[in-house]
C-alpha cells in the first residue's frame, strides 16, 4: 500500500446522509479545509459523511484516503478516493484509520461511528495511541451524550475529570479543523502541554 507522505486527520460520521443535507455539507468543508491545511483526509471509504470528506479533500487538490470495508450488503467506496483499500475485518480496518491520523473528526452518525469514536477514547485514554484531539461536529446531535458523560459517567467515578477533556464540541468545520491542525503544529500531543476545556463546560 502506498505511504501517506503527510499529517492525516480521519473523519467519521454517518453513511446515511446524502449531498444537501447539512451534515455532508459540513462533512464536504472539513475535508476541504484539511486539504488546505496540508492534511490528507482519511474516511472508512463508504457514502455518506465519509464520501462528503473524501469530495472535499479531492475538489481542494488534497490526498483523499479511504479505508472500505466488506459488508453483507457490499458497501461501495466512494467516487472521491485517490489512496484506498477494502478490507475484510474490521480489526485491522480500525487499525488504518487510528495509526496516520493526528486527531479525530466526529460526525453524526450510528453504533459504527459510536463505536469508532469510544474505541479512539479509549486508546487515547489508556496510552495506546498518542493523546489527540477527537472533535464532535454537531452540538445539537452530540449534546445529550456529552451531558450522560458528565452527569453519569464523571459523576459516579468512572472516568477521570482529564478523561472527559478528551473530547471538544463544535459546530464550526473551521473551528474543528483548527483544533487538529494546531495540536499537530504545536505537538500538544508529545504529551499534551495544557489541561483542554471540556466540552461539558
Not at 462533512?27 to 455518506?48: K, Q, W
Not at 471538544?168 to 504529551?191: I, K
Request: glycine fraction near 12%; charged fraction near 20%; proline fraction near 5%.
Amino acid at each position: 500500500m502506498e505511504q501517506i507522505d503527510r499529517p492525516g486527520a480521519t473523519v467519521f460520521g454517518s453513511a446515511r446522509v446524502d449531498e444537501g443535507d447539512p451534515i455532508y455539507e459540513l462533512a464536504r468543508e472539513t475535508g476541504r479545509l484539511l486539504a488546505d491545511a496540508g492534511f490528507a483526509v482519511i474516511t472508512g471509504g463508504g457514502p455518506g459523511v465519509m464520501a462528503a470528506a473524501n469530495r472535499g479533500a479531492q475538489e481542494a487538490g488534497g490526498l483523499s484516503v479511504g479505508f472500505n470495508i466488506e459488508l453483507p450488503h457490499e458497501q461501495q467506496p466512494n467516487g472521491y478516493i485517490d489512496l484506498g483499500y477494502t478490507f475484510g475485518h474490521f480489526y485491522s480496518r480500525k487499525v488504518m484509520l487510528v495509526k496516520p491520523a493526528e486527531g479525530f473528526i466526529m460526525f453524526p452518525g450510528g453504533f459504527g461511528t459510536f463505536d469508532e469514536l469510544f474505541e479512539a477514547l479509549t486508546l487515547i485514554q489508556t496510552g495506546k495511541v498518542l493523546n489527540f484531539p477527537v472533535v464532535l461536529v454537531g452540538s445539537d446531535y452530540w449534546r445529550g451524550l456529552i451531558d450522560w458523560v458528565h452527569g453519569q459517567t464523571l459523576a459516579r467515578g468512572m472516568i477521570s475529570a482529564d478523561d472527559e477533556r478528551l473530547l471538544f464540541l463544535t459546530d464550526d468545520p473551521q473551528e474543528a479543523v483548527e483544533m487538529v491542525v494546531s495540536c499537530y503544529r504545536e505537538r500538544c500531543a508529545e504529551p499534551a502541554l495544557e489541561p483542554r476545556k471540556a466540552a461539558a463546560e
